[in-house]
C-alpha cells in the first residue's frame, strides 16, 4: 500500500510541476483514464474486493483477539499480579532504581576497558 501511494504521489507532483505543459498533462491523464478502464484492471479490482470481503470476517475475529492478547499483557504490565506469581511493579522499580544501570547516562563506558 505503502509504495502504491509513493507512485501516486510521484505522479501527482509529475503532472504538476512538469514543464512539458498542457499536451504532456493530457497524455499521462488519457492513458491513466485507459489502465483504469481497461477490462482486466476491471476483474482484477472485483477480485481484490470479493477478497477483502471474504476475509474480513477472519481478519476481524484476529485483530480482535491480538487487542484482547494486548490489553491482558498491558493490565499485567501495569502491576497485576501475573498467573505466575510473579510482580511485574517491582521488577519495574528495580530497573528504574536510581543505582540501576538502566538509568545511568552512559551504562557502558569506553574509556575503563581492562
Known amino acids: 500500500m505503502k509504495k502504491l501511494m509513493l507512485l501516486v504521489a510521484g505522479g501527482v507532483g509529475y503532472v504538476l510541476g512538469t514543464r512539458a505543459g498542457r499536451e504532456r498533462y493530457e497524455q499521462i491523464k488519457r492513458t491513466a483514464t485507459r489502465v483504469k478502464d481497461d ?3 476491471q476483474e ?8 477483502a ?3 474480513a470476517p477472519i481478519v476481524k475475529d484476529k485483530v480482535a483477539s491480538a487487542a484482547s492478547t494486548a490489553a491482558g499483557a498491558a493490565s499485567t504490565a501495569a502491576g497485576k499480579v501475573t498467573p505466575s506469581g510473579g510482580d511485574h ?4 522499580e528495580d530497573q528504574l532504581h536510581p543505582d540501576s544501570t538502566a538509568r545511568q547516562d552512559n551504562p557502558y563506558p569506553q574509556g575503563d576497558l581492562p
Do not use: E, G, M, Y
Open 89 to 92: 511493579r517491582s521488577d519495574l
Open 39 to 41: 477490462p482486466r484492471v
Open 53 to 55: 470481503k471474504d476475509k
Open 44 to 51: 482484477k479490482a472485483a477480485q481484490a474486493a470479493d477478497l
